[in-house]
Every structure is written in C-alpha cells, then in structure tokens.
C-alpha cells in the first residue's frame, strides 16, 4: 500500500506503483523463494511476526538485490502488516569473499601437503633401508598428523565445492554391505577405544558412488566414537525394505540438545555445550554428510537424549541414479 523513500531508492519502484498496485502484479522477488514469503504469512497469521529470513528482491531494472525481510501486523489494523526489507548485499559480498577465500586457501594448502605426504613416506622407506628404526616413531607420528591436515583441507574444498554446485559424483554398482563392513574394520583397526558391532545386513547393491557414501559412514562412525569418550560400544544397524535400505549409527556418548539437532547439519555449526566444545572439530563433516545422502536421492535423521546418545538413521533408495 505505501512504501518509505529508502524502499523506493533501494527497488527502482515509485510510490505510484506502489500504490497502483503494479507491484501485485509484478513478481518482486525470484519465483523459487514463494515458499519462504507464505511460510513467513502463516507465521503472522498466528504469531503477529515472524522471523526474519533472507531473499533477494527484484528491482524494477530487472537487478536483483540481496535483502533481510522481517515483518509484524499491524496492533489496530488486523489485516495490515508493515515489513522491514534491509539491503543486505554487504553482507552477502563478505559470505562470497569467505567463500572464495576458504577455495582459494584450500587450494593453495593442498599442493604442498601432497609433496610433503609423499617425501615423508620416502624417507620413511630409505630410512628404513638404511637400518635407522630409531626415528621411525618420529616419522610415523609425522605421517599422521599430514593425513589428520590432508583431510581437513579435502574437507573444506568439498564444502567450498557443495557451496558451488561442483561436488562431482560418479555412479557405479555398491555392494552396500561389503562397503560399510570394511569401513568398520578400518574404523576398528584406528580407533581401539571403542568396539564397532556391526547388526543385520542390507544384502542389496545400489547404485552411486563407493567414495562418497564410503565418506558419510565414516565420517558417522568417526562423530560416534568422538562423541562419546566414555562409551565402549558403537553400533551400526543395517536393514532393507524393497525400495529402500537404512544404516543407523548409535552411540551412547553425549547426545545432542533438541534445538540444536536440525542445525549441525548446516556448514561450521557445532553444538554450544562445554562438552561438546572440548572435542575438537570444525562443523564441516555433517554437512558434507548430508549433501552426500540428498544427492543419492535419501534422507538423514538423528534421534538423541543429552547424556544418553545419539543414533544418526540414514535412508537411502535402491536402485536410483545419484
Ligand atoms: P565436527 O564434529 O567436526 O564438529 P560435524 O559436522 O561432524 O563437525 O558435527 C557437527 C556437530 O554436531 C558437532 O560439532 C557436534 O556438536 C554434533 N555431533 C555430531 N555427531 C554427534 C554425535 N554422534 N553425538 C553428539 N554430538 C554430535
């Protein structure tokens, strides 16, 4: 109905298209955020507000700008809401600076963590030709810590690359038992603390990418065990449907607080407790976790009791192009 001066700047439109209505015909923001604006409608029809959510607006030059919308109906006028649209473009061009930063750093660390991998294992071999054992702890321990390094870095480039749209994937026949069974032992072998059990079998091959999904049962076994230091069991159920197959990951370690469930899947976010802080970590394998499963056309769940454990359930269809 009425617009303020700094909307009018901020979108190209004049008060008269406002007040003509032109902007009930034109669409003002992209087609694909319709479902964020009647959600947010629904949230005023019962809360009075709703929470602010960010979306872009298409100004009247055809650019789009990147704004945060929020918005309260009116105390006397029931049927009339007024809504704050804050030009957030400053903000979105630091997130894509972050971004661009966190490819370009990854990148750069990668090339000379491979050197370095490689030449240790090189001294490592011509050392011990040479009868010197002494120093092979050393070089062991040094080995562990480039693989430790290797792997963050691999992981922030797979986020960078999610961020981008370029997680490649290949497809190819898995045999999902014998996957998740050697990624046990593996797991088993470098993690003594715990004892993996592994109950039941899925006895189907799906068709996707052995490295990825080898990726999201590791990085679940690896949380489990990480998650609780007091534990001596993890476990892992596997169990098919005629369409479906389903692995759950239990623990019996920290858990995780109920608000806090459907947010550690999103990209750095760790859950606040102390405890959890005190285990170190950096918020990135989950959300490449998840990725992983919608790409393969499934879905991924967790059910926890703080104190008593968590059991991440992933559900993945059989059969289907990833
Ligand atoms: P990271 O473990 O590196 O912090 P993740 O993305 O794998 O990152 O997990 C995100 C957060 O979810 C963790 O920081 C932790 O707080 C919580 N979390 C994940 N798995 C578990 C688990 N099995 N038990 C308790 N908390 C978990």
Redesign the pocket.
């Known amino acids: 109905m009425e617009a303020n001066d700094a909307w009018l700047r901020m979108s190209g439109y004049t008060q008269e298209d406002v007040r003509s209505r032109t902007l009930t015909r034109v669409k003002i923001t992209p087609a694909e955020q319709a479902p964020l604006f009647e959600h947010a409608l629904q949230e005023v029809a019962a809360h009075g507000q709703h929470t602010p959510f960010e979306t872009e607006l298409l100004c009247k030059d055809g650019s789009c700008l990147p704004i945060l919308v929020g918005s309260v109906l009116f105390q006397n006028r029931p049927r009339q809401i007024v809504a704050f649209v804050l030009d957030n473009s400053a903000r979105k061009e630091l997130e894509q600076r972050k971004d661009v930063f966190i490819w370009t750093a990854s990148h750069e660390l990668r090339s000379p963590l491979t050197v370095l991998k490689l030449q240790a294992a090189l001294l490592h071999r011509q050392l011990a030709k040479q009868g010197v054992p002494a120093s092979a702890p050393a070089l062991a321990g040094m080995e562990t810590q480039i693989t430790t390094i290797a792997r963050l870095v691999e992981e922030l480039l797979d986020v960078s690359k999610i961020q981008a749209g370029r997680l490649e994937y290949v497809r190819e026949p898995v045999d999902l038992d014998a996957l998740l069974r050697e990624i046990a032992e593996i797991m088993q072998q470098t993690h003594p603390s715990h004892t993996i059990l592994v109950h039941g079998a899925v006895q189907s091959s799906l068709i996707g990418d052995r490295d990825r999904l080898g990726q999201v049962f590791t ?1 679940l076994l690896s ?2 065990i ?2 609780s230091p007091d534990a001596q069991t993890v476990e892992m159920d596997l169990s098919a449907s005629p369409e479906t197959v389903t692995i759950c990951v239990r ?1 019996h ?4 607080p109920r608000e806090q469930r459907d947010k ?1 899947f999103e990209r750095f ?3 606040a407790s102390p405890q ?1 802080r005190a285990i170190p ?7 490449i976790v998840a990725e992983i499963v919608k790409r393969h056309g499934g879905t991924i769940s967790v059910d926890s009791e703080v104190g008593k454990g ?1 059991t ?1 359930t992933v559900t993945l269809p059989l059969m289907r192009d990833a």
């Open positions: 990085n949380n489990a990480k998650y623990d370690g920290l858990g995780i550690i976010y760790r859950a959890h970590g950096l918020g990135m394998g989950l959300y968590s991440f």
